[in-house]
């Protein structure tokens, strides 16, 4: 069977620390007549860019410092079907590439992501913790949910226009579709570098509280995570009793979260865990 072409989507504000890992791993074995990887650089005044120049991908450079700038015009560059869109610190394979790719070209499936695998090794117990309940949820049986990556086929892509002007951009894809439109690739894997302290862990899921909150108030008719959701996560934990005392960690990131997100509103620019960076890619 022959492989369909594909074009992976990477928006990168000053990521001079881990675009050379990621590209490194994303490139090896690639066919770049088949795949065309695009560096949406925005607002960077590090060497991203110049790092990136290095392997076979396009390099756009905008000027803004906007994530939403970066894909909406990496996107009008993009070429093919599939279409991946990743954060610049996910490392990502070509075997996963392939895999996800299959899962599109299977009638009926629109949106695809890869499972999530975190090194939490350096990271505080804490954030072990959190991390060890949060993946209880239900919302990863259906992926594009923390993983950094997420996949549309062409018919998918179709359901939107431009990526509009928000956060949470992963959550606006993700409600695009009914739960048996997309899917979670178990072949396929993202590997990602949580936070090492509970302080950056903070900063990370206010910013995503605040970016629900953002999609809900620009987007009320996108239906939120339903009853049944959180009720079969809490069902699961139930069954869980090695993991109730690491709850008390994930309930307490999970309130902290919301009273700072109610505080003070986004600003709005590119955020970040400097952290995770500094270990993942020493």
């Known amino acids: 069977m022959s492989l369909s072409p594909v074009s992976i989507i990477i928006p990168a504000h000053n990521e001079e620390s881990c675009i050379r ?65 990743m954060d610049a610190d996910v490392l990502l394979t070509q075997a996963s590439v392939e895999v996800i790719c299959q899962a599109l070209n299977k009638g009926g499936i629109f949106a695809a992501s890869p499972q999530a ?12 913790a959190f991390y060890e309940v949060w993946m209880l949820h239900p919302v990863f049986d259906t992926g594009m949910v923390g993983c950094g990556v997420y996949a549309l086929s062409q018919e998918g892509r179709a359901r939107f226009e431009e990526f509009p002007n928000i956060t949470a951009d992963d959550c606006f894809v993700r409600s695009q579709f009914a739960e048996h439109e997309r899917v979670m690739v178990r072949e396929a894997q993202a590997t990602l570098f949580p936070p090492l302290t509970l302080k950056q862990l903070f900063a990370i899921k206010t910013r995503s509280r605040r970016g629900t909150a953002e999609l809900k108030q620009k987007f009320p008719d996108l ?31 999970v309130l902290e979260a919301s009273r700072r997100s109610k505080q003070s509103p986004s600003s709005g620019q590119w955020e970040k865990d400097l952290s995770s960076r500094e270990r993942a890619h020493c």
């Open 223 to 253: 239906k939120p995570t339903s009853s049944k959701s959180r009720f079969l996560f809490w069902q699961r934990l139930f069954k869980r009793p090695e993991l109730w005392l690491k709850a008390m960690a994930y309930i307490y990131v």
């Open 117 to 128: 695998h975190y090194v939490l090794e350096s990271s505080s117990w804490a954030v072990r």
């Open 21 to 85: 890992d990621t590209l490194e791993t994303l490139t090896e074995g690639m066919d770049p007549e088949r795949v065309q990887v695009l560096v949406s650089c925005n607002g960077c005044n590090d060497n991203t860019a110049q790092i990136a120049r290095q392997y076979p991908v396009q390099v756009l450079d905008i000027a803004e410092a906007s994530k939403i700038a970066a894909l909406n015009e990496a996107d009008k560059c993009a070429q093919y079907f599939p279409r991946i869109y």
